[in-house]
């Protein structure tokens, strides 16, 4: 099976723009989560959608949205991008078999750097 | 709040011997531990994982211990090998789909 795959893999932008980034998740798989990922901050949860809804959001600001189409694969949003925002940004898909706990598999990431 | 913390940043091991990587968590509310094996440049990967009704569990090369009682987890790596270099995260389920991850640990393997 293909693992989850995230696009593009590397984005400049500068401040005030924003960007829209691409997950695809394992196939068969309808969970898909969201981390940023910083040397100071470490994994911080963004949010996580279950059949195209947000079951949970983490502590980021209103600039910071997502969505599940249908076929589970997910996109991401940032609006009015800061310095701040630079980061990996990791996606995470699993299973979720009646709501259990089960193993997230992670994609690459894509590096975002605001200038 | 919640949160996975780890009690050392760096590991330094020689190669051929015996890693064992600690984590503590402070929620007992947790079913589920994964560990996570971060490399340059790539997401995390999946290493083993453990749930709570289960104290140990062993895949190739690894074993997980779960401590409830004192609430930690630590992941044992025999053998380490160079190809182990790489930072090792924790992670609990918080219970409502969302993952807690700790800072994670450098493990560098010295030749």
């Known amino acids: 099976k293909a693992g989850v795959t995230q696009t593009p893999r590397y984005l400049i932008k500068t401040r005030g723009q924003q960007v829209t980034l691409s997950c695809s998740p394992i196939?068969?798989?309808?969970?898909v989560s969201w981390y940023q990922q910083t040397p100071g901050q470490g994994l911080q949860f963004l949010f996580e959608?279950?059949?195209?809804?947000?079951?949970n959001k983490g502590n980021f600001p209103g600039r910071f949205s997502g969505r599940q189409f249908s076929n589970s694969r997910s996109e991401m949003n940032v609006s009015t991008l800061e310095l701040g925002d630079s980061a990996l940004y990791l996606c995470?898909?699993?299973?979720?078999?009646?709501?259990?706990?089960?193993?997230?598999?992670f994609g690459p990431g894509t590096r975002l750097t605001v200038l | 709040g919640e949160s996975v913390g780890l009690h050392l940043p760096t590991l330094s091991v020689q190669e051929g011997d015996n890693s064992i990587i600690n984590c503590a968590y402070s929620n007992s509310a947790s079913d589920y531990f994964i560990w996570y094996k971060q490399e340059s440049g790539k997401g995390p990967q999946f290493i083993i994982d453990?749930?709570?009704?289960?104290d140990k569990r062993q895949g190739q090369r690894v074993t997980v211990l779960l401590n409830k009682t004192v609430k930690h987890l630590s992941l044992q790596i025999a053998a380490t090998q160079p190809g182990d270099s790489a930072v090792y995260f924790c992670?609990?389920?918080?219970?409502?789909?969302?993952?807690?991850f700790g800072t994670g640990t450098r493990l560098k393997v010295l030749a």
């Open positions: 995470a898909s699993s299973l979720d078999p009646a709501g259990v706990a089960d193993t997230q598999y």
């Open positions: 992670a609990r389920d918080s219970g409502t789909y969302k993952y807690i």
């Open positions: 453990i749930r709570s009704n289960m």
């Open positions: 959608y279950f059949s195209e809804t947000q079951r």
């Open positions: 196939s068969g798989h309808r969970s």
